[in-house]
């Protein structure tokens, strides 16, 4: 995914311009460029790399003005460079796009364009959008023709925003499956991809719906749908602090965002748990009459958020004894999957604009499905495209490694089984206030965890030249195992792969060297002797032990190398616990490593490309 900036007013729009690129920077980081309106003339400034290679080239040639666009880039079609950053132009360099998102159509469009005398620049999809607006005002067609045709002739999920040398007080912008939203100042308007670049300039925002497109200047703001039609802008108070997008004095928004998973608990636990111990999912258009009729559930997302799925599955069936199944968003939406209409679909997103899942939603509705939602962005395309939808209430969530989000969807998967429990499967009084006791005490616990972190820096000088790692958890904390390697791999670029405990002997554990750490999750419970039986096993070919154990633990502490204690919990609190040793690990490893924590090579914090 990419970051799409726009403003106009009466201040600077290059310092406003740059200000929200480096606020947006984490949705991708490959090149950025800024187009704007200098005296009546589009200037471009673009440059390969992160935004602060950008901001060099416009110490050397700064421009001057009040309306523009600008663009962080995570590269999709065109490797990273200079010709292929955005902003893209015409011929004539009269108008500038910025874009966010896919033209399916575009190499299609692109031959056409050619055949007709177009000359292009680069080989982005993006370029194509500048080129069919000017073949259209060729024609003496008005911009808002022009638009008009344009949206009947690409295809794709993008989001766009454009200047118009003849239209110099204007930005345009529009959208078909892309988040933008619109920020209201005194007197100046704001573009951006997502919030974190309105929180300090916004008093109201707007967001825009799918086939809605328009344009501000410094004055007004006006909306269309993509038939022409005129629609009034909704606009909603802007609620987000700038502490939610600033670092915090953190170096980095992935350690802020590790530590201010206790603080989330603690307001989790407010909104959801009542005073008398009743669960309050008020938000949620799902009403228990639907619930009741439930007989099947199936969770789908990707990457983290499949991972707290699959802890989520446990919660369920334990709960209220549905059969639940998970699904990797990308697999499900191509398996024409075998689905009752008694079925719920839960889709599990943090930025709630992943491509997969939000496919996977049009999958299950076109089978009559009800979808329910877990996002931690409440005004994103997934929350409005499902039925019904859960906060997971996470606070924005900058780093690319997601780490808050992915405890509160575990909390929330838990309290959200607790609360179907009442509807579909009693619960024992006493297991439900045992776990309402314990979930209480998480923060405490959570905080006791990241006072030993320095514990967990210590060791990661011991692993900057490492090349593999193994994660192993069983039951509960196999997901924990396959999120720990992710983490690891996703910022260290450190390979890792997580397994079953059980599944280690059938396999993996010939990749156990002296040179390969293997991370035990080994809490007291049920399964604890059969992962001290997966340590003896890997100690007796030389491996490396890393464990995770209940506080107090001497038998497992006696068998590793490293060994990191969290506090007892009930065995359903575990892997909410034991996943925190593993970010921090996967954060020192990463820094220890001179690496990038908030944006690791390759990656974007949401993947809304297919
Ligand atoms: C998380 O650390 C990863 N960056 C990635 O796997 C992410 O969880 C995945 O892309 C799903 O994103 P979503 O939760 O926004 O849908």
Redesign the pocket.
Known sequence: MCGIVGYAGNKSVESVLMVGLACLEYRGYDSAGIAVIDHDELEIRKEKGKIKALEALLREKPVRGNVGVGHTRWATHGEPSQINAHPHTNEKQTIAIVHNGIIENYMQLKMKLQSLGYIFLSNTDTEVISHLLSMELSAKKTVKEAFLSLFKTIQGKWAIAAVFEREPDKVYFAQDGAPLLIGKGKREYFLASDLSALVRNSTEVCYIKPKQWGYFSKEELVLFDFDGNDVVPEMKKQEAKWEDVDKGGFPHYMIKEIYEQAGIFRKIIDRRIKENGELDFSEMGLSKEILSKVNRIVIQ?????LHSGMIGKHYLEQFTKIQTDTEMSSEFRYRNPVVEGDTLIIA???????AD?LASIHEAKAKFLKVLSMVNNVNSTIARESDAFIDTCAGMEIG???TK?FTAQVLHLLLFAMYFSTIKWMMSDELRKELIDEIKQLPTKIEYILNKAPEIEKWAQDFINTKDFVFLGRTYNHPIALEGA??LK?ISYIHASGYAGGEFKHGPIALITSEVPVVCIANKSEIYPKMISNIQEIKARSGKIISIVTEGDVEAKSLSDYCFEVPACHEFLSPILNVIPLQLLSYYVAIARGCTPDQPRN?A???TVE
Do not use: H
């Not at 997302?301 to 958020?305: C, H, I, K, L, M």
């Open positions: 997302a990707a990457g983290t958020s599990i997103s943090q930025s709630g604009e992943t899942t690319v490694a997601s989000a992710l983490k996703e990656l914090k949401s993947v």
